[in-house]
């Protein structure tokens, strides 16, 4: 871990696992981004580019996060959605790296997913600004 980083916000989520099975059960990429904060290079996840219906869940759980339905092009290399699920994501501020954001994080298993800002589209103006690596994406039946 880097000077900034730090790992998975503390808090009684409803999965609970020792770090150790996380390890296990994460590629060492998305152990990084979801259990110690970390952020995949720009443009490097081909998330990015799916445009199919379906949901997109937490890599490190499987809880359904976004509907496809919500995801927009945001020009930033991340995929990006106008809105989470219900009950389906928690906020907390960072303030790393001399700034001060909105970090996402699962619901379920506190898993780290990106930032939200408000810059993006209506309804909402919000831009849920995800790391690929942390969502699996399923397509509709």
């Given at each position: ?32 981004v ?5 952020t ?27 509907d496809?339905?919500?995801?927009f ?44 800002f ?24």
């Amino acid at each position: 871990m880097g000077l900034f980083s730090k790992t998975a916000p503390a808090g009684d989520y409803p999965l609970q696992k020792s770090e150790e099975e996380w390890r296990r059960s994460l590629s060492p990429e998305a152990y990084r981004v979801l259990r110690e904060h970390g952020t995949e290079r720009a443009g490097t996840s081909p998330l990015n580019a799916e445009k199919r219906p379906g949901t997109f869940a937490c890599a490190g759980c499987d809880q359904p996060l976004f509907d496809a339905a919500t995801k927009f092009e945001s020009g930033t290399g991340w995929p990006s959605f106008w809105a989470p699920l219900d009950d389906a994501v928690g906020t907390t501020t960072d303030r790393s790296f001399f700034m001060v954001r909105t970090e996402v994080h699962c619901a379920n298993c506190g898993g780290h997913l990106g930032h939200v800002f408000p810059d993006g589209p209506p309804p909402t103006g919000q831009r849920y600004c995800m790391n690929g690596v942390s969502l699996r994406f399923a397509p509709e039946a």
